[in-house]
């Protein structure tokens, strides 16, 4: 389990043909805002992808992806995941976290939950939640980094 100010050694994700993918290494040198979250999860695809797509565009040092935890043995397609967005592409890298192994490890409390990681691969931050509490939580963190 990951703790705030410690670093992470990685973050295993698979993209959409089920490669995995270790986004520290994948985005190395940069910042990483990950969302941790789930379609079916209204306070995610209501309110958290939306802000995380407004933070992509206020905050071009931070890299934001987005990471479908699955709870059940079904796979989740690119369609679905695309399925809650009004345009036809991705705002966003989105990647699989088929076995909520990720979920797991930043001892997530539900969904959303969102996980801020320094350029040196330094856990800043884990925030939980997609209201206005949760929000300006998070708007702190990333004013915060360097």
Known sequence: MNKENEAVESIIVQDFNGNPID???KYEGKAILAIIYNNKCLGCTGRAIPLAYELQK????VQVVGIHT????????ESEIKSIFTIDELPFP??????HSVYDQFDSAGTPQ???ITKDGILSRSI???QEGAQNRLFY???QLD
Request: charged share 25%; no cysteine.
């Open 114 to 116: 969102w996980i801020l």
């Open 23 to 25: 986004l520290l290494k």
């Open 141 to 143: 963190a990333l004013q």
């Open 128 to 130: 939980f939640g997609s």
């Open 58 to 61: 206020e905050n071009e040092a």
């Open 70 to 77: 699955n709870f059940t043995n079904a796979k989740v397609t």
């Open 94 to 99: 989105i990647f699989l976290d088929e076995d």
